[in-house]
């Protein structure tokens, strides 16, 4: 199959990720594979064996199938010019998804632009999948759009546990991303540590969005934590909640629908409800305080997240897409 995605940059985003992961994936099964983006610059941060091209080249060609997610003008346009057999929506994110639902005259503000074109989008979608089964769900119920899931995945050569040296002492190092998105959470975190550290003193939090780690060191951070925390009121699958579980990391995290697939309460992972800052803090005290209950959350958070590979999501996509392809051209 002649496969294409069309993006707007390939920047280091978990929704790229995905993209460069499931291509690399496709390439090996002997798809002709080609990434559009912005100026069709190489990917530089994660290794793409997939070709990249500018984001304009796509209307030069004609494809099989025809991937696209960012909700911004320009792919929009792009993708209904373009000549494609099959144009196929992946829902990364349902952002401010109320918005989606009957009519809803704040969509039609400046700032809900994004909202506008993610409507269009579902409309415009011969098939469209979804990478957590929370979309699937949601879009079924509100707006009655059937889809087809394509999970997440992680890369277990990259995110594993590592040795990674420690200095002496009882410190317990709490990691997140950092990210200061509101929706990421960050302030929230912010607070629940300061609050639990007065009753652990010994507590440290560290960061790494912004560092510029290459991929390796953000292993190594993974990996030189005691606990991982993340905090997002929103998310479509939550990569650096499935890497923390790949890493061997014991995990704090918000319960939305970006884990449901893989973060089970009292088994993998606490699960705590957005903006529950009590009980964030009596999470991290507890964790901090409980190293037992680390280490068997550690272990079967592993267990769980072992069984998302990103080569069983390219074969759940490569089968979809050939389906659908076979049955529209047994329609035409």
């Given at each position: ?259 449901a697939d893989f973060a089970i309460h009292e088994r993998t992972a606490l699960l705590v409800s957005p903006g529950d800052v009590d009980g964030m803090t009596q999470a991290i005290i507890r964790l901090a305080t409980d190293r037992s209950l680390r280490q068997r959350l550690a272990e079967q958070a592993f267990e769980r997240i072992r069984l998302f590979p990103w080569s069983r999501c390219a074969d759940r ?16």
């Amino acid at each position: 199959m002649k496969i294409s995605f069309i993006e707007p940059h390939l920047g280091v985003y978990g929704g790229i990720r995905r993209i460069v992961e499931l291509s690399n994936r496709l390439v090996d099964k002997g798809h002709e594979v080609s990434i559009f983006h912005s100026d069709g610059s190489p990917c530089r941060w994660l290794k793409n064996r997939a070709r990249t091209a500018p984001a304009g080249d796509v209307l030069d060609e004609s494809h099989d199938v025809l991937l696209f997610n960012d909700p911004n003008s320009r792919d929009y346009a792009l993708v209904r010019e373009a000549s494609a057999k099959l144009k196929v929506l992946y829902v990364l994110e349902l952002y401010e998804k109320e918005l989606l639902k009957d009519f809803r005259w704040q969509r039609f503000l400046p700032w809900h632009r994004r909202m506008r074109i993610l409507s269009a989008y579902l409309k415009l979608a011969d098939l469209v999948l979804v990478n957590a089964t929370w979309e699937q769900i949601w879009l079924k119920e509100h707006l009655g759009i059937p889809s087809e899931t394509v999970l997440g995945g992680v890369d277990f050569d990259m995110f594993r546990p590592v040795e990674v040296p420690r200095k002496r002492g009882d410190t317990v190092r709490i990691l997140c991303s950092g990210d200061p998105r509101k929706r990421k959470g960050f302030k929230f975190i912010q607070t629940a540590f300061a609050r639990a550290r007065k009753s652990c003193p010994r507590l440290t939090l560290d960061t790494y969005h912004g560092k510029g780690l290459t991929q390796k060191e953000l292993v190594d951070a993974y990996c030189s934590a005691d606990i991982f925390i993340e905090a997002s009121t929103q998310a479509g699958w939550n990569n650096p909640v499935a890497e923390a579980m790949a890493c061997k990391v014991p995990v704090i995290c918000t319960d939305i629908g970006g884990v449901a697939d893989f973060a089970i309460h009292e088994r993998t992972a606490l699960l705590v409800s957005p903006g529950d800052v009590d009980g964030m803090t009596q999470a991290i005290i507890r964790l901090a305080t409980d190293r037992s209950l680390r280490q068997r959350l550690a272990e079967q958070a592993f267990e769980r997240i072992r069984l998302f590979p990103w080569s069983r999501c390219a074969d759940r996509l490569e089968e979809i897409l050939r389906d659908a392809l076979m049955t529209r051209a047994i329609h035409e």
